[in-house]
């Protein structure tokens, strides 16, 4: 497939992606859009024009600051949506590339957009299903020789988070503060962490909401996703260490954490699938699957300097995931908790085998004994003030490429 519009040819927006997103232009209200290239596309005026008159949408929809109305209409409808976008742009379709009035309306450039949260969320979980990563942490905390606790290859560990606090990229945030417990000291003391760490995550957006009682099973599991997003779930390690036992993480984890704003829908990524790790011990009948659940997603993470210097230091992939999302669906819905449209599932920090492709730098300086050097001489066991993490991910294949952008966040001193 081929655009008439010109697209970049390491764009993440090719013709075979068209995720979804919320944009605003000179302060005016938010409206859903896609991308293209280097050009989004305003939803809003797609549909004034007629674009989907044969799906019936109501105008509300598109002119809304969120995509969750959107979502709702279902897969049926939002599938349309997505292949009506890829046959307006085609190369097969010239109607769009010879009305200059209409391509103004549509097309905005996407550096003069400003790019705001895609959905409104209203439950956020995060899981630990990366088993480097659950590795990683339980040889560094626990026992080396017995890193992995016993539940980890029976249950795909999850904590239910906060929705309040999760942003979108480009949205700065405060280094927290909060209680820690030196080694040497007797007593907790109080102030801004002195171990903020990012941790590279992608979640997932349901489409469908459930009744209480009602299961969604693994087999089900991808008609209730929509779709999915970077997601950089910020920690403080220290304040963690020190509040984790025996509830879990909290305020270590919940003063932030950063999207990209472009949602990939399932069936963008539905060709980059992949066949997951093999799970032994056989896991309960209910988290069994058959296909290929894992996706062949590859992720970076750098670091930027106050001056804007960026250092690239982890390459990792969304395939080392050892539980995948239709797993982590029907567990989260095994008990018979109820869910909802535009809710958040995050996959917990995905690391790859070695130190090249850890996903936190508790990992990458392993607790801070192995500092990160920068270019500007400077070194980097967690993260600074004034640092921006910025992470990226994008599946490809020959020619096709669909990726999601980036996240990006700086950290700014605490208030
Ligand atoms: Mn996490």
Redesign the pocket.
Known sequence: MKSWLPIPLDSDFSIYNFPFGVYQIDNQKPRLASILGEHVIDLAAMNALGFFNELGIAESVFENSFLNDFIALGKNTTNKVRAILIETFSTDNAALAVNEEHKKLILKNYQDVKMCMPVKVGNYT?FYSSIQHATNVGTMFRDPKNALLPNYKHIPIGYHGRASSITVSGTNFYRPKGQTKPADAELPVFGPTKQLDF?L?MAFITGKSTQLGQSVSTAQAEDFIFGMVLFN?W?ARDMQTWEYVPLGPFLA?NFCSTVSPWVVTLEALAQFRVAGEVQEPTVLPYLQYSGNKNIDINLSVSIATEKGIEQPISLSNYKYMYWNMNQQLAHHTVNGCNIEVGDMY?S??ISGNDETAYGSMLELTWRGTKPIQMPDGTERKFINNYDTVIMKGYAAKGDIRVGFGEVRAKVLPSI
Request: proline share 0%; hydrophobic share 10%; charged share 55%.
């Open positions: 995060d941790e995550e779930d920690s984890k995050a917990g920090t």
